[in-house]
């Protein structure tokens, strides 16, 4: 299956900050008051798509609920078919989008076969320390309420499993793609992991799978709220739910061109404080 739009793939162990990432890329990428070109979507939001379909593919994504609910992956003869099935939906229903963030893929070796649907892709990796993700996950579990992930309801041990299936499934994978794959530490400020992302793709020239242009505008906007993120990631830290915030329907606000309108962070910034008080 070959289709005419590009892909940026995010991959990385659980509570990396793969959603974080993207949803802040895809904001630059789309300033305000135009047709989105560039959409995130993570992988879990496929699988509950998957989830509500009747028959043929939906069963079987229903018949693996206990593996994901134990932290483990859909397996491929699952994921795969799910994948080119949602893909094909969304690029119909979707025709101006020229770009997919896609948080949460190749998961595994033949999940590669993926890289092949699109014209042009970046493969993304971002690395973080256990101990870095089990401070997250009691904190995004004691921000959760009683909204809590099933796999996050297992603590530690479950994180633990995660981590052997990144370490089983998903490097393999990484390590076969070599060069061609972006690394970014988790423990270095968003900022920089942005600007990372930004410079390889203007890098990548015509074999980007952003277009070049796109991703200049997107450069300018991003210098210009520099300060905006500083503020909401003044440190290595995340700030204390971004996972949480970002798997509700809580779409980041687009890039505003108006200079007198507030950025785009500061406006989500705002709407952090409002998720605050309402849960």
């Not at 008051?33 to 509950?48: A, E, L, Q, R, Y």
């Not at 996950?137 to 052997?164: F, P, Q, W």
């Not at 993120?229 to 996972?243: E, G, H, N, Q, T």
């Not at 505003?256 to 962070?265: G, V, Y």
Request: hydrophobic share 40%; aromatic share 6%; net charge positive.
């Amino acid at each position: 299956m070959a289709i005419k739009i590009g892909s940026l793939l995010l991959c990385g162990v659980a509570l990396s900050g793969k959603s974080t990432l993207g949803k802040f890329l895809a904001s630059l990428l789309n300033p305000m008051g135009t047709s989105k070109k560039v959409v995130c979507i993570d992988v879990s939001d496929m699988i509950k798509w998957g989830k509500k379909i009747e028959g043929g593919i939906g069963d079987e994504v229903r018949k693996h609920k206990s593996i994901m609910d134990g932290g483990g992956f859909l397996p491929d003869h699952a994921m795969i078919p799910l994948f080119y099935e949602w893909l094909a939906m969304f690029c119909k229903e979707n025709p101006s989008v020229e770009t997919l963030i896609i948080c949460g893929a190749p998961r595994t070796l033949k999940q590669l076969e993926l890289l092949s649907a699109f014209n042009h892709s970046l493969v993304v990796n971002i690395n973080t320390s256990f101990e870095m993700a089990a401070a997250d996950l009691k904190r995004r579990i004691a921000e959760s309420g009683t909204n809590v992930r099933a796999d996050d309801l297992r603590g530690l041990a479950g994180l633990k499993e995660r981590y052997k299936k990144h370490e089983e499934l998903t490097l393999p994978a990484i390590k076969k793609l070599g060069n061609a794959v972006l690394h970014l530490d988790r423990s270095v400020p968003l900022c920089e992991r942005i600007e990372q992302t930004f410079t390889r793709l203007m890098q990548m020239n015509g074999k980007s799978p952003i277009e070049q242009q796109l991703v200049s505008e997107a450069i300018g906007r991003f210098h210009k709220d520099h300060q905006g993120i500083s503020d909401l990631y003044p440190s290595v830290k995340f700030p204390p739910d971004p996972f949480y915030l970002a798997r509700r329907d809580i779409e980041l606000p687009r890039v505003s061109t108006d200079p007198d309108q507030h950025s785009s962070f500061v406006h989500f910034q705002e709407v952090l404080v409002e998720q605050r008080m309402r849960h």
